[in-house]
């Protein structure tokens, strides 16, 4: 048992010193990104399914509530949150379409799309990516493994992609990107830590 608990630490460590260099570059650009959107008026629509389902509800709430500064509310819907909405999509069309039929319904030219899938091959996160290309929406994908079909889509602006084997490890690292997300947009909106 100790060892699984050393060895599940042991391959975070590592990852995490692996991903320091490698996602640099893609977390400045998502954050550029989300703050031009934000500072243009637009909001940000964020989904995945299961655990991403559950980071696309923290990543919102830190942006609408606040994160570590005391800062005006940003503006984030988490499309994973309407159990009415989620059900009625998938019941009358598809489950398919339960992310890409709120961003008809609520995203416009400007926003932005958050787009999370562990495997990068999960298809409503994928049509839910061209329907944000069809109203003008840039994406931001967090995708793991080898990024999946997702991963490939050409109508993506930013792709941070967890290249590791273990789910558990490719979520972990997701939830560290999404807090350095958070603190990225704190800074360059607002400024100095507090």
Known sequence: MREIIREAMEAGIELRRTCSDSLEEP?????EAMVACLEGGGKILVCGNGGSAADAQHFA?????RFEMDRPGLAAVAMTSDAS???????????????????????????LL???STSGNSANVIKAVAAAAGIGMKTVALTGHDGGALGKDSNLSVHLNITHHSTPRVQEMHITSLHIICSLVDEMMFGGRS
Not at 27 to 31: D, K, V
């Open 114 to 116: 958050l787009a999370i």
């Open 27 to 31: 977390l400045l650009n998502a954050a």
């Open 61 to 65: 709430g830190e942006l609408v509530n």
């Open 85 to 111: 909405v989620i059900t009625s999509i998938a019941n009358d069309f598809s489950f398919d379409n339960v992310f890409s039929r709120q961003v008809e319904a609520l995203g416009r030219e400007g926003d």
